[in-house]
């Protein structure tokens, strides 16, 4: 869809619902993430590439003080709340991250807002649906009331109602990727001091293609294991005596964290993972500014899912099949992207073998007695911006 008919349906269903014209449309999309999971919370490096899928939020000013909310994706789940009365986990749900938005700079939207939201960023894919909620109502707040946020600041507000309003602790990486990343290119971003770098990827050029394939196993950041994986990390740090894994750029310093207990063993496969993932990250780069074959990346990608599989251990068995079905049909690399129990696959794969490819995936899922996925091909796309 393009910006312009994704604008004019988000207009027409604000107008239905609310009765009245938005003052304006805004969009964030979705972010594959090319290699760099589970690095954002520990410091590291990330190399994400933003969807051409996107949340739209219309909205518009209120003099109530409430803050009106309304989504095309959750039909009869509108809420309605005073702006002075929210508070984390009030509202929760999906209303949870737009209303985290609106508490975080609730000084300024005192006033009340109507807002909708429309998108197709799949849900529970591990493609950052929430993130592109919260960064396109954190736009539309932002260019609505005037207020003086840079995009670094839109990430923080957009990562405290994650983290702080809704309790889903996740990094910052989704949230940078939504605001930060430009039409083809792979956003390099440094989470611990915040320097980024626009790295060209036009994998059209080698005849190649990113392929996204929707397992249609969802998961929930703010339960389970995800946050098990966060203090395992943090631990793991605590007993290297440093602020974050991302400080330890020696594999084999992670040895002191076994220390003969299963929960020593646990910490060193969390760490390992970060440490050599922080690498990959790197190599990726490195690879990709010297304009070598991107070919070269795919065992990278897939070394990748190996770690995530077996030291993070955050794959589930038909996001594993499914990697090994892409490589089996001829996929340069393949790995989970996410936060993980669930969610989607990226393989690099060349151009001519997307539709081969994809039957390789379908036909495995068919075995494994699971529902067809949702596979697409993804084009690095634009940031968070206004479209109407």
């Known amino acids: 869809m393009s910006d312009a008919d994704a604008a004019r349906t988000a207009a027409e269903a604000f107008a239905e619902r609310f009765g009245r014209q938005p003052e304006g449309v805004w969009a964030a999309p979705g972010r594959v993430n090319v290699i760099g999971e589970h690095t954002d919370y520990n410091g590291g490096f990330v190399l994400p590439v933003a969807l051409p899928h996107t949340t739209r939020a219309a909205v518009a000013r ?4 409430v803050l009106a909310l309304a989504s095309v994706q959750h039909p009869g789940e509108d809420v309605e709340v ?73 990430v923080d507000v957009a990562r405290r109602a994650e983290n702080d309003f809704v309790g889903a602790p996740t990094g910052v990486l989704d949230q940078s990727a939504s605001v930060l990343c430009t039409a083809g290119h792979a956003l390099f971003f440094d989470t611990r001091d915040g320097t980024r770098e626009q790295v060209p990827l ?23 294991g995800y946050r098990d994986r966060r203090r395992e990390c ?37 760490a390992r993972h970060v440490v050599t993932e922080d690498a990959r990250v790197l190599e990726v780069v490195a690879a990709l500014r010297e304009d070598a074959d991107p070919r070269a990346v795919g065992p990278v990608l897939t070394a990748g899912h190996v ?12 996001v594993d099949a499914c990697v090994d079905a892409a490589l089996a049909a001829g996929a340069h690399g393949a ?15 060349d151009a001519a073998a997307v539709d081969a490819v994809g039957a390789a995936v379908t036909e495995r899922f068919a075995r494994e007695a699971a529902p067809a996925p949702r596979t697409f091909v993804v084009v690095p796309s634009a940031g968070a911006r206004r479209l109407a």
């Open 62 to 65: 209120r003099a109530d003080g």
């Open 82 to 154: 005073p702006v002075a009365d929210l508070a984390p986990g009030r509202p929760g749900g999906w209303a949870g991250y737009p209303a985290g938005v609106v508490h975080a700079l609730a000084d300024h939207a005192a006033g009340g807002l109507s807002v909708l939201v429309d998108g197709d960023v799949p849900s529970g894919a591990g493609l950052s649906s929430s993130a592109a909620l919260s960064c396109s109502v954190a736009l539309a707040v932002r260019d609505l009331l005037g207020l003086d946020l840079d995009a670094d600041a839109l």
């Open 202 to 224: 036009d994998l059209a050029a080698a005849g190649l293609a990113l392929l996204v394939v929707d397992t249609g196993t969802t998961h929930d950041h703010a339960e389970g």
């Open 234 to 270: 943090e631990e793991a740090a605590a007993r290297l005596g440093v602020p974050l894994l991302r400080e330890v750029d020696d594999v084999t310093a992670l040895d002191a964290l076994d220390d003969g207990t299963p929960e020593g063993a646990v910490r060193l496969r969390r």
């Open 307 to 318: 770690s995530l599989r077996d030291d993070f251990e955050v794959s589930v068995p038909l």
């Open 335 to 349: 790995r989970m992207v996410g936060g993980g129990f669930g969610g989607s696959v990226v393989a690099l794969v």
